[in-house]
């Protein structure tokens, strides 16, 4: 079945440790996004590529990082100068045609030690 | 600046009565509009859409929402609620490209 896998599905962080969050799908979709998920505040866009090899920043990328060296994967880094880390992390992915919506993964819970 | 309003955190309802949840928006030009909804610890599922034409959509479970473009609106409806609907809502607009702008969620609670 066709889909996006995200994991770790919990994972916790220790204070001055970076992280990465590991977003993969098999639907080859050219856009893929991250974003963040907290109580009352809806998504937040972090970062969101529409091609390999190039990404944009979102609304709140500081203290994030991301790549996107194959078509399937995005993988998001939470680093230690996000201070704020603790949160519900999506991934989703969308054709680039112009009417499609997002599918989305089944998010990974990032927790602070 | 783009948004999105749900101006309703929860919204309680009978099984068997019709339910609705809101949904404004204030955007430029003329975007597609999405609604999704969330169980617990997982992602988000789409239901359904409106790009153009018939100002009533249909979706996936028996939802429909209605596109009302003086009003900036596109309310969720479904004719008869199930326990099942009780979930996380979402409206989303993409006024453009790829960026897409979510409202900040309404939880439906459908009582037996």
């Known amino acids: 079945d066709g889909g996006i896998t995200q994991s770790p599905k919990y994972l916790f962080r220790k204070e001055g440790q970076n992280v990465t969050l590991s977003c993969e799908q098999n639907?080859?979709?050219?856009?893929m996004y991250w974003y963040r998920q907290d109580p009352g505040q809806g998504l937040r866009l972090i970062y969101y590529?529409?091609?390999?090899?190039?990404?944009q920043k979102g609304d709140i990328a500081e203290g994030y990082s991301v790549s996107r060296e194959k078509k399937e994967s995005f993988p998001l880094t939470v680093t230690s100068a996000q201070k704020n880390p603790t949160a519900f992390y999506l991934c989703?992915?969308?054709?680039?045609?112009?009417?499609?919506?997002?599918?989305f993964g089944d998010g990974t819970r990032l927790s602070i030690l | 600046a783009q948004s999105v309003a749900q101006p309703e955190d929860q919204v309680n309802v009978a099984e068997g009565n019709p339910l609705t949840v809101k949904c404004t928006y204030s955007v430029s030009g003329n975007p597609y509009l999405f609604w999704y909804v969330q169980y617990p610890n997982r992602g988000l599922q789409f239901l359904l859409k409106y790009i153009t034409g018939d100002n009533l959509v249909k979706g996936s479970y028996g939802f429909e929402a209605e596109f009302n473009k003086s009003q900036t609106s596109f309310h969720l409806k479904k004719p008869s609620a199930l326990v099942s609907d009780s979930a996380l809502y979402f409206c989303?607009?993409?006024?453009?490209?790829?960026?897409?702008?979510f409202g900040s969620g309404t939880k439906l609670n459908v009582k037996p």
């Open positions: 590529s529409q091609i390999v090899n190039d990404f």
């Open positions: 989703a992915s969308r054709t680039t045609q112009d009417n499609q919506p997002q599918h």
């Open positions: 639907l080859n979709h050219d856009a």
């Open positions: 989303a607009v993409r006024p453009y490209f790829n960026k897409f702008y």
